[in-house]
């Protein structure tokens, strides 16, 4: 199992660099061709369509789509990379944090919520099959220059992020008494 959760932890790193520094190719490298992706959202602030169906329509709407409007996006595992588990090809409500800009806004958009990931049955080199993405809320927050999206990135691990560190983290941002990051108590733990 453990050369197998090397292979997840792989997979899911590759995910984020394609994500989060729009490298829609390395999508094929993490998913299979046929591969499913679904949402939930419990939020209006953001949008995806419900299904996507092959690695290219995945590409397309996590990584060119998603970059087109999005950037300094920095997601979070809010996980040790070590404390990873799967049961059956599945690594179930994985929490995750996002930290990004919509500059044509001027905004900064702060979200959580929680992957799902099935793998397919290839013990040799396993890709992504089916991904699901619940998005327990997603905030926008006045940022004009981006210093706050910089506060909020500043010292975090990445990809890979201790609940505990986060907590301490963002717990010290939001008691400080300048810079409006009041807000970040609310991400402070991980969405369920």
Request: with cysteine; proline share 5%.
């Amino acid at each position: 199992m453990d050369s197998l959760l090397a292979h997840y932890r792989h997979a899911l790193e590759t995910y984020i660099d394609a994500k989060d520094n729009t490298k829609p190719a390395r999508i094929h490298e993490a998913f299979v061709p046929d591969a499913v992706l679904t949402f939930s959202l419990a939020t209006p602030n953001i949008t995806f369509p419900s299904r996507s169906v092959g690695a290219e329509a995945i590409a397309k709407t996590l990584v060119s789509d998603f970059g087109e409007r999005y950037s300094c996006c920095r997601t979070y595992y809010l996980c040790e990379a070590q404390a990873l588990a799967a049961h059956d090809r599945v690594i179930d409500a994985l929490p995750w944090l996002v930290v990004m800009r919509e500059a044509a806004a001027g905004v900064l958009r702060i979200g959580n919520g929680t992957y799902r990931w099935t793998f397919d049955a290839n013990e040799a080199a396993p890709r992504v099959a089916q991904f699901h993405i619940h998005i327990a809320r997603m905030d926008v927050i006045d940022d004009p220059d981006g210093a706050r999206l910089a506060r909020l990135q500043e010292g975090l691990s990445y990809p890979w992020l201790a609940p505990a560190d986060l907590a301490a983290r963002y717990g010290a941002l939001a008691d400080e008494a300048s810079g409006g990051l009041a807000f970040a108590r609310a991400f402070s733990r991980p969405a369920h």
